[in-house]
C-alpha cells in the first residue's frame, strides 16, 4: 500500500517521534509499505512522520545509485528507534532534497562519521560508526524524527530565499509525481 507524503507544515513533521515497543501490530507491513512508498517517489529514505506517525521508524533504499556505488547493490534496509549517539568533529556539505519539501534542493553541512544505535528489521540490535552518503541519509531521516527538516540547516541567508516557497508549501501548493497530503 502506497501512503500518501506528507509535506512541510504538516504538524507531525514537527513532532519528536516516539520509540515503538517490539511488539508494535503490524510492523513488517508497515515497513514494507514505507518501502513501496518510498520507492514509488524515487526517494532514497523515508522517516515514518513522513507518513503521519510520529514513531522512530525509517526506511533506506540506495540500490538506485549502485551504478556508480556497487556497495550499495541491493540495499534496502529499515531502521527501528535509531538514535545517533556520537558524531565527528568535523562537517561536509552535501546538496539535499526531501521527499516532503519538493521543488527544493540545498546545501547542508553534516558531520561527516555518525555512531548510530537501532534495531534492524529482525530487531536486532545494532550499534555501529557509518560514514559516507549513507552517513549523510541517516542524519537526514534520523533529523526527521527529532521534528526537524533539511531546510531548518541552511543558511539564515539561503533560508530567506526559501521562504516563499515554503510557504506555499505550508498552503498546500505543491506539485509532484507522488500522492502528498499537505
Ligand atoms: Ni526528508
Redesign the pocket.
Known sequence: MIYPIYIYGQPVLRKVAEDIPLDYPNLQELIDNMYETMFRADGV?L?AP?IGLAIRVVTIGLDALSEDNPEFKGFKRAYINPHIIETSDDEVAMEEG????PGIHESVKRPSKIRVVYLDEQLQPHDEWVEGFLARVMQ??FD?LDGH??VDRVSPIRRQLLKSKLINLTKGKVRCSYKTKS
Open positions: 529514505g522517516a513522513q526531501c521527499l516532503s519539501v537526514h531521516e526527521h527538516v533539511f
